[in-house]
């Protein structure tokens, strides 16, 4: 089999530093497994109950986050989640459509999302040059969750901690174009790209 | 000192800080702290431009953003911007500028002949003289007009900056930062609400840094300071200097920071402006008043200037506007300018005020000036400069009266503009003699002089308790209200516009160089509406959008046509407040980066094998492969095709659209979205779907595989993929919320490639080794199937877009381009290539495969040889639409293939079709060409098109007329399958 030894490249490869210094540094986190899960008509007490008996958790209801055991759920739309395991396992959609399969739909999504991690002291003063929500602390608190646009590229966003470090999800034929946008926005404060 | 007119003290200058700048060519200099327009006045500098118009000498008006006159271009080379008012260009070392609409100097100007021609260039002027012959305005007029009037001129060059936009939000936003801003910032601030404060200048303060007062007992700009340090200790406040608020929008404000407007070159990563979406609870207004002119003879001399800008000019800016000064006003403000001016050791030689009664302490503040109570300057008489006035006194006396400064007060407009944008009108005020904002928008108050509260005193209780209010509702809790201690202050108006007694042409907008009898020849002419007026004459419009003229202008025609102002009223503003560069709106959006490109993984495999690109879309995909030896796109694009038909080819399908579908019912949605039927497809099986619009028409068409019983998944094409999943999202949540579907798109989950060509089979069995067998027994035409390559999940579907045996083959896309580079690697063996969208293109064609050009929102399904798909056994949508008798009618428009009779002839996509022997015209028209290629396989150029009655036709030549392209051939009706119409080779 040919196929089988193909090298694969994370969404955001082009990930580079901008600028000298660390007022924002980017780290691309490799190797998530990703699937979106999306609950089944009329099944939403069975899923949450499904969820809280097999991840120890409570499913997000709005647009939210929480995670254990290595994987954080984000509440996206209603009835909508994106599952996020830290590890990258082929059989991620396979187990969550065991243990859910009844009440939800599960996609595998691993590869059509990059995911990067940003912090650092000029964050905030970056972010406000593309996202058009309000991230400040009291209204955008550790734990919440946006689904917006930055610079016309539709992302997910979350707030990591209060640092404040926050997670950007991107279609992965868009991280370069969203990178453009990060390098010329955090630029003035240095960009710092760390390798995952 | 830098310049005759710098006085020896005083000022808010940095006199430490000497600034080299040129003016036309004249190396001069200020200090740190100086506006363009200060600096010139030190320097004597009296003639600044030339007006509109007439060409007139102008100077410099008035000290901020309302500046009708001192219009400059700055810098040089690409950098060159027209048009920019010297009294907001803050003065840096290096500053080039430049006089503008002159020529060919700024003291002798050739078009001043057009003065001569006054009595002609009135308002509606070119309206009335160039209308006829219709034909000559695009070649004649317009240039020559265009040639003569106008301002600046543009670089013409690229700009080289880069400009970016940002969002902030707030509890309270307060624009302006004058006492009023600044006390209600204070307040708000410090009980802990969020607070933006914007400010146009670059210091806070606003008339603090212009006038004398006081507050609790030290100068104003002294307060004014301490504020600003408190601002520091509060990291809830933020002060944005150098920001104009422009609109007001719902709930937003649209604000411009020039963040590099007063560098020479913006620093590296540094943008030059930077553009605010500002989401605001509540706003403040606290944007001032702008004081008025009086409309008289001359009253645009060099030297003719606002009261309140000559104080600035002094106190401010220690520049002196003239040697010897008078003063003309309607208010107590002109008193306080010749009080001010006498302080700053500058002649003073005379206040004329229009009033006969002025309280005692106001006239007291002319000390032993001289001072006409009841008087009016009729005239103010001088070339480039003025030279004298011409005074009338209460009892019809004249005399002229030497000076070379006027300084000119008719009362106060509050800046109110802001609170209009939403609709509302502002509504005349009689005791204010002033137009104030009536409805706010929501969550908008206003404060200090923008709500006719001119004393310093009211500014400061106006914004201490707006401020305190806006804090209370952001829930927070003021910490005990300030009081404070003002200086005193009389202010008293009459409202005052016009002298009736001038001889000469008297401006009321000095931008747009409308006079008083611009106005009223408006009157004459029924151009009576405020609207009216301002469209026939221009009166208020341009960069400084009437703010000193507007009022007069309505005032004027009030008294003209008998009506009070709040019969006349007023016309309502509308943003940008200030001018606001295109390219601030454009942000980082500019050039390649105008919107976001969507690349597949295979992209940089593609372009490192030097693969040419198009827009597909916002995709990027491979066009063609050139190799070294190729000078033209079409033998590039002829071996590909001819690779593919002979051997096999891959090519990059990442693009199309594909959405997963789960659940129960994605057999009945489907059957509903699709004319043909799915419910009964096959797990393991593809099926070519199309779709319509409700109206009818055909939306898209793709294929959609069954993975699994309740797993499908639909490819749409590249263009339309946004709008299909829109489509089943809206006919999932609103038309049947009853299905059990779930829908996610996973386009960018899964890189996708086509391998085509009689030996693609051999090339997959060859990559897939024993973990699929691809006979055609095991997985023929139409099968779909999962797997599993070692840890790699890949789907594999048996569909042909070529007409070839073909394949495509996802993997998720972090494999895609490794995929590319094995395919490449392993199919040197079978002679493969990589081909492009032009290929792949030529085969669909040569296949009559329907695609964009075909599928153009004008076609039903029965056009495009499609109609034995709708199935008359299920609903669907657009099935009730499509059956319309026009839609039906067997004489539209239908698909056809063409070949040209001479067989080197080439086929134009867009030719139009007719019968031969037949004149071309519209009635004539039985149809156009959608697609031409070269065909490879038959060696002449073939093309499909929509024909009247079509699929009765073949065999039939007719004519294809390209007038554009001087094509007028004849062409044969054919099949539109030029290529296997048997499709014996997918099935192979």
């Known amino acids: 089999v040919f196929v089988r030894d193909l090298i694969h490249e994370s969404a955001f490869a082009g990930l580079r530093a901008a600028s000298a210094g660390d007022g924002v540094v980017a780290v691309e986190r490799v190797g998530l497994a990703i699937a979106t899960v999306i609950q089944r008509r009329g099944q939403s007490r069975e899923l949450t109950a499904a969820v809280t008996a097999n991840f120890a958790l409570d499913l997000p209801v709005g647009a939210e986050w929480t995670a254990n055991n290595g994987v954080a759920w984000l509440g996206t739309g209603p009835g909508k989640w994106l599952a996020i395991g830290e590890a990258r396992e082929t059989e991620f959609v396979g187990k969550l459509e065991t243990k859910l399969g009844e009440f939800a739909s599960v996609v595998e999504q691993s590869d059509g999302l990059g995911v990067l991690r940003l912090t650092g002291p000029a964050l905030s003063r970056t972010l406000e040059k593309g996202v058009q929500v309000d991230l400040a602390p009291a209204a955008f608190p550790t734990g919440s969750v946006a689904v917006t646009s930055v610079a016309h590229i539709g992302v997910t966003l979350w707030k990591v901690d209060d640092q404040p470090t926050v997670d950007v999800a991107v279609a992965r034929s868009l991280c370069n174009s969203f990178l453009h946008w990060l390098e010329a926005s955090a630029a003035p404060y240095g960009l710092t790209a760390l390798g995952g | ?988």
Request: charged fraction near 20%; proline fraction near 5%; charge should be neutral.
């Open chain 2, 1 to 988: 000192m830098t310049g005759p007119q710098r006085l020896a003290n005083g000022g808010l200058i940095d006199r430490t800080k000497t600034i080299r700048f040129s003016f036309d060519g004249n190396p001069l200099q200020g200090f740190g702290g100086d506006t363009l327009a200060s600096a010139l006045m030190a320097n004597g500098v009296r003639l600044v431009g030339r007006s509109f118009k007439y060409h007139r000498p102008r100077g410099i008006f008035s000290a901020g953003p309302e500046e009708p006159n001192a219009l400059v271009e700055l810098r040089s080379g690409a950098r060159r911007e027209p048009n920019t008012k010297a009294t907001t260009v803050e003065l840096f070392d290096g500053l080039e500028a430049a006089s503008q609409n002159r020529w060919p100097s700024l003291a002798f100007d050739v078009h001043a002949i057009n003065q001569l021609a006054g009595p002609m260039l009135v308002a509606g002027f070119y309206y009335k003289t160039f209308m006829w012959p219709a034909a000559f305005w695009e070649k004649i007029y317009e240039p020559a007009i265009r040639r003569a009037a106008g301002l600046g001129r543009l670089s013409g060059e690229a700009d080289p900056d880069t400009y970016e936009k940002a969002y902030a939000f707030c509890d309270l936003l307060v624009i302006g930062a004058g006492p009023a801003g600044l006390a209600a910032a204070l307040t708000a601030g410090r009980a802990g609400a969020r607070v933006i404060l914007a400010e146009d200048d670059f210091v806070l303060g606003g008339r603090l840094n212009s006038e004398t007062h006081e507050i609790d007992g030290a100068p104003g700009v002294i307060w004014a300071k301490r504020v600003e340090e408190e601002f520091k200790t509060l990291p809830n406040v933020r002060i944005m200097r150098r920001t104009s608020v422009f609109g007001t929008y719902d709930g937003e404000y649209g604000a411009v920071e020039r963040v590099a407007d007063h560098v020479p070159v913006p620093p590296a990563f540094t943008p030059r402006q930077r553009l605010w979406k500002i989401v605001a609870r509540e706003t403040i207004l606290a944007t001032g008043a702008v004081e008025r002119g009086i409309v008289f003879g001359g009253n645009d001399k060099p030297g003719v200037m606002l009261a309140s800008a000559m104080r600035t000019y002094v106190n401010r800016f220690a520049a002196a506007p003239g040697r010897l000064i008078a003063v003309f006003t309607a208010s107590d403000d002109g008193w306080r300018t010749a009080f001010d001016l006498g302080k700053a050791g500058v002649a003073v030689a005379c206040v004329v005020d229009i009033r006969t009664k002025v309280a005692p302490e106001v006239v007291a503040l002319a000390g032993d000036i001289k001072i006409f109570l009841g008087g009016r300057v009729t005239n103010a008489r001088g070339g480039r400069a003025l030279k004298s006035i011409a005074v009338m006194d209460a009892t019809g006396n004249r005399s002229a009266i030497a000076v070379d400064a006027l300084a000119v007060s008719g009362g106060f407009n509050p800046d109110i503009a802001l609170s209009t944008h939403l609709g509302s009108k502002p509504a005349w005020s009689e005791p204010k003699a002033a137009f104030l904002a009536a409805q706010l928008p929501d969550g908008m108050a206003v404060a200090g002089a923008a709500a006719g509260h001119w004393t310093l005193a009211e500014a400061l209780h106006d914004g201490t308790v707006l401020g305190a209010d806006a804090a209370a509702r952001a829930g927070r809790r003021p910490q005990g209200m300030l009081r404070y201690r003002t200086s005193d202050e009389h202010y008293a108006v009459n409202a005052f516009w016009h002298v009736a007694e001038s001889r000469r042409k008297a401006f009321v907008d000095l931008q747009n160089d409308v006079t008083d009898k611009d106005v009223a020849l408006a009157a004459r002419e029924g151009f009576r509406s405020v609207e009216h007026l301002k469209r026939y004459t221009t009166l208020g419009m341009a960069t400084d959008q009437g703010k000193t003229s507007n009022v007069n202008g309505l005032a004027i025609m009030a008294e003209l046509t008998g009506r009070t102002m709040v019969q006349t009223g007023v016309t309502r503003a509308r943003p940008p407040h200030v001018p606001v560069a295109i390219g601030a709106f454009a942000g980082l959006h500019t050039g390649r980066h105008f919107k976001p490109t969507r690349l597949t993984s295979g992209h940089g495999w593609a372009a490192a094998q030097g693969a040419a690109f198009v827009d597909a879309g916002p995709w990027l995909r491979a066009q063609w492969f050139a190799r070294p030896d190729e000078t033209d796109w079409l033998q590039s694009v002829t071996r590909e095709v001819t690779t593919v038909r002979s051997a096999v080819g891959f090519c990059d399908v990442s693009t199309l659209g594909k959405i997963a579908l789960l659940g129960p019912d994605v057999g009945v949605l489907l059957d509903r979205i699709y004319i043909n039927t799915f419910s009964t497809l096959a797990v393991g099986r593809v099926r070519y779907g199309v779709m319509l619009r409700e109206d009818g028409f055909v939306m898209d068409d793709g294929t959609t595989a069954r993975l699994a019983p309740d797993h499908w998944v639909m490819s749409t094409t590249t263009v339309n993929a946004g709008k299909v999943m829109q489509h089943l999202e809206f006919c999932h949540q609103v038309l049947w919320p009853e299905l059990d579907v779930q829908m996610v798109s996973v386009t960018e989950q899964w890189a996708q490639y086509a391998v085509a060509g009689p030996r693609s089979r051999e090339l997959l069995q060859r990559l897939f080794g024993d973990a699929a067998d691809l006979s055609n027994g095991a997985f023929p035409y139409l099968a779909c199937a999962e797997f599993r390559l070692g840890q790699i999940p890949a789907r594999l579907f048996r569909i042909s877009f070529s007409g070839e045996l073909a394949y495509e083959i996802a993997v998720p896309a972090g494999y895609g381009g490794a995929l590319a580079r094995r395919l490449a690697d392993t199919g040197r063996e079978f002679g493969a290539t990589p081909y492009g969208t032009e290929a792949l293109s030529v085969m669909r064609i040569e296949k009559g495969h329907v695609a964009g050009n075909e599928l153009n929102g004008q076609t039903v399904a029965g056009d495009l040889g499609l109609g034995r798909m709708m199935s008359t056994k299920k609903d669907f949508v657009g099935r009730l639409m499509a059956a319309r008798p026009a839609l039906v009618d067997p004489q539209r428009p239908s698909l056809v293939g063409l070949k040209p009779v001479q067989p080197g002839d080439r086929l134009r996509a867009g030719a139009h079709f007719m019968a031969r022997g037949v004149s071309p015209a519209p009635e004539t028209d039985q149809g156009y060409m959608t697609s031409t290629a070269f065909s490879p396989t038959l060696g002449h150029w073939i093309g499909l098109g929509l024909l009247a009655g079509g699929a009765q036709r073949i065999g039939e030549i007719i004519r294809a007329y390209d007038p554009v392209r001087s094509g007028d051939i004849e062409v044969e009706v054919v099949s539109p399958v030029f290529v296997d119409p048997e499709g014996v080779r997918v099935r192979a």
